[in-house]
């Protein structure tokens, strides 16, 4: 089959367009044809090699961790599904490979697709939704009146996360750009705080919670955001003891995780307020109440546009040669 591969780990042209062989059938996997995939950050960082340590994959590897297509074979175990099905999904860390013709996911991590979506605003979605619902329902516990900063609120997590606190009952602010603050107040953000004009460390006080995606710096001022028992809670690292625990990693990983997140950690405690870092997994459950949401029009269609028209996904998709767009149809 037709398949994006990396060869070797490192930065733009490493990624090859070329045959590879169609992925295996186990018991409980369903095999689907891909109609679309979306790019996401960990797609390039993967490619960079930055995730070797964590996610230690053999090469050559196929790329891609988002997928929307249909069943064309089950395994003999499988419950769930049945050829012709229009699914969508992160397949498992372990089984990534969504930019090639065909994949093989367990079924516990597939989900019948939003029947309003196309494949491609399928494909948009598990990533970022089940990232948007582990932070927000999984670890922060996000009640009805708590008040939440999620930082980042135009890009892919961002978007989806601001519909999710908002439909949770959470007051909801954001940062983004001048550019970008129309479109967040349409997902219904109630503070928008314009990072280009205003320091957020300023303005917000008293947050119950914390979901941060950008850098060290942005971190640490989110602290003092937080009122004392608070969460903070962060996907774009420093990754934590907790986390190497849970993914299984060595002890020497651990040690490494522990002293990269030592000082956010000691911080935190000073502030009375946790840390966690959060590497989002496969659901297909939390997958399917992502689409009854969709089809219930909670989360709207409109942030999906404004996903695939981000401009910062665009350098990543011309580095792959010849290649736009990642789209069998
Ligand atoms: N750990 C996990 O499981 C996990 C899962 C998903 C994503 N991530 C990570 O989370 C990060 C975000 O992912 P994504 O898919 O949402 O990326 P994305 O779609 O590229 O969005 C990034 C957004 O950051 C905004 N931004 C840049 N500088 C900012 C600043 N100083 N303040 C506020 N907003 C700023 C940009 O909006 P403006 O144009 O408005 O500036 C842009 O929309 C990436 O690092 C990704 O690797 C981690």
Redesign the pocket.
Known sequence: MKAFIVDRYGKSGSVRFGEMPEPELRYDDVLVQIHAASV???DS?IRDGEFKLMLPYRLPLILGNDVAGVVIRIGPKVRRFKPGDEVYARPDKDRIGAFAEFISMNESDVAIKPKELSMEEAASIP??GL?AWQALIERANLKKGQKVLI????????TFAIQLAKYLGATVAT???T??VDLVKSLGADVVVD?RKDAFEKILRDYDVVLN??GKE?LEKSLGVLKPGGKLIS??GPPDPDFAKDMGLSWILRQVMGLLSYGIRKKAKRHRVSYA????RANGDQLREITSLIDSGIIRRSWIAC?RS?P??RPWFTSIPDVQEVRWL
Request: aromatic content about 12%; proline content about 0%.
């Open positions: 996401n950050v960990l960082k990533l970022v990232t930082h980042a609120g135009s890009g892919g997590v961002g940062t983004t750009s550019a970008n990072y995606s950008l942005t996907i774009s870092f959060l590497f989002m996903f981000n910062r996904r």
